[in-house]
C-alpha cells in the first residue's frame, strides 16, 4: 500500500506544476489554491510511505516518479520538445525506479 500512496504522491506533483504554472508568480489565486494543494498532498503521500518505504528509496522514487511525469505534462500541455534524448532520459529514471522496488529492502 505504501507504494501506491507514493505513487499517488508522485501523480501530485503533476499538479502542483500545473497549478504553478497557471498560478503565474502567486497573481492568480484558484491556482494558487490547487498549488498548495497539491503540495501539501505531494509531501503529505511521502510522509506516509516512509513509514514503511526506507526513507532514501522513498524519496527517489518519489522525485523520479515526479520528475517523469512532469516532463510528459510538459510534453502534452505546455507544448515542450519531446526530444529522443528527453524520452530516453526519462526510460532511464523510470528503470530506476523499478530497480529500487525490486530490490526488496525493507527498513
Excluded: Q
Excluded at 484558484?30 to 526513507?55: D, N, T
Excluded at 515542450?80 to 529492502?105: C, F, H, K, Q, Y
Amino acid at each position: 500500500m505504501a507504494w501506491i500512496i507514493l505513487l499517488i504522491g508522485s501523480i501530485c506533483e503533476v499538479g502542483w506544476l500545473i497549478g504553478m504554472k497557471y498560478a503565474d508568480g502567486f497573481t492568480r489565486l484558484w491556482p494558487s489554491v490547487i498549488m498548495v494543494f497539491f503540495m501539501a498532498a505531494s509531501v503529505g503521500c511521502l510522509g506516509l510511505a516512509v513509514k514503511e518505504i526506507p526513507a532514501a528509496t522513498a524519496y527517489a522514487v518519489w522525485t523520479g516518479g515526479s520528475v517523469a511525469a512532469v516532463t510528459v505534462v510538459g510534453f502534452y500541455l505546455f507544448g515542450e520538445p519531446a526530444t529522443l534524448l528527453r524520452i530516453g532520459s526519462i526510460l532511464l529514471i523510470l528503470i530506476g525506479m523499478v530497480g529500487l522496488r525490486l530490490d526488496g529492502v525493507d527498513p
